[in-house]
């Protein structure tokens, strides 16, 4: 039983106010850990706190773009429960443009929650992690591994997320500390996307309804047995590995097939 792993565990989880993550830090609850975990509105983190009355429950008002509030996350959360054991960097934002019709500003503001948001975090939570011979977590997507169109900053935040946790965890070897990186599938959840473009043809928020899209719950439930098993990387659903391994191994039919998914009459439909 996976579950076990995370017996009295303290977990501090970025982005656990809607979602994959409160996902994640409603099923944590269960599972006896202390959860800590932040959101830049409050009333999503006070209504995290309503149904979940307990006093394991840790929230922060932090925007993980800004250092100083991450630096406040988890320090508030070393405070509030003696140290932090596994720290999954899940807060993250979407985009929905092609590159063309992009403010740069949008590029900017996704790298700065998606890999920004991450780096930070991970700053001030690894000593405690190290002490504690724990878990670092970056939670990706499909487009960490293969550029998806109308996402160019998201593909380029993920990816970037993936080399630089690639890196920490080569040089954390034989600290004990296990660094990984996971990649969801699909899944049904806000997705809060921040640029629609000019072209302004995306009015629903989470454009993507496919059959085989995943719940948040399902999602989180694999991300923790994931986590768990200690895995250097994993990417979710038999959809997903095909995906990415066809990218690898056959990369131009795979521009081909991702085009035909993503585009109708050559025009950017999800
Ligand atoms: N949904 C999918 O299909 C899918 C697929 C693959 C990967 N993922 C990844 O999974 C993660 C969660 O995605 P989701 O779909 O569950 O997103 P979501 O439903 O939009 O929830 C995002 C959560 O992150 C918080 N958040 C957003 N920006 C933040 C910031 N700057 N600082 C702090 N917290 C912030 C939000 O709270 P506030 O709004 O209050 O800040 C919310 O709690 C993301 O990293 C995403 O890239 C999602």
């Known amino acids: 039983m996976f579950q076990s792993y995370f017996d009295n565990k303290i977990v501090a989880v970025t982005g656990g106010s809607e979602g994959i993550g409160r996902a994640i830090v409603e099923q944590l609850l269960n599972m006896n850990c202390k959860v800590a975990t932040c959101g830049r509105n409050s009333d999503k983190l006070y209504q995290l706190h309503v149904a979940n009355p307990v006093k394991e429950l840790h929230t922060q008002v932090a925007d993980v773009s800004n250092e100083h509030?991450?630096?406040?996350?988890?320090?508030?959360?070393?405070?509030?429960?003696?140290?932090?054991?596994?720290?999954?960097?899940?807060?993250?934002?979407?985009?929905?443009?092609?590159?063309?019709?992009?403010?740069?500003?949008?590029?900017?503001?996704?790298?700065?929650?998606?890999?920004?948001?991450?780096v930070y975090c991970t700053k001030y939570a690894l000593a405690s992690i190290k002490e504690r011979k724990g878990d670092i977590v970056g939670i990706s997507a499909i487009a960490g591994n293969r550029g998806l169109p109308g996402r160019s900053g998201y593909s380029a935040s993920k990816w970037a997320m993936q080399g630089w946790l690639e890196a920490l965890r080569t040089e954390l070897m034989g600290t004990a500390v296990n660094v990984s990186w996971i990649s969801p599938w699909f899944t049904h959840s806000y997705g809060g996307i921040v640029s629609q473009g000019k072209k302004g043809i995306y009015e629903d928020?989470?454009?993507?309804?496919?059959?085989?899209?995943?719940?948040?719950?399902?999602?989180?439930?694999?991300?923790?047995?994931?986590?768990?098993?200690?895995?250097?990387?994993?990417?979710?659903?038999?959809?997903?590995?095909?995906?990415?391994?066809?990218?690898?191994?056959?990369?131009?039919?795979?521009?081909?097939?991702?085009?035909?998914?993503?585009?109708?009459d050559n025009k950017l439909t999800r």
């Open 69 to 118: 509030d991450c630096r406040r996350f988890i320090e508030s959360t070393i405070e509030t429960f003696g140290g932090i054991d596994i720290l999954i960097n899940n807060a993250g934002i979407s985009m929905m443009a092609e590159f063309e019709d992009t403010d740069l500003g949008t590029i900017r503001q996704v790298m700065d929650v998606n890999f920004w948001g991450a």
């Open 205 to 264: 928020p989470s454009p993507i309804h496919e059959a085989g899209m995943l719940t948040v719950e399902e999602t989180a439930f694999k991300i923790l047995r994931t986590i768990a098993k200690r895995n250097r990387t994993r990417v979710l659903t038999l959809r997903g590995k095909i995906t990415v391994w066809l990218s690898r191994l056959f990369p131009g039919l795979a521009d081909k097939l991702v085009r035909k998914f993503f585009y109708k």
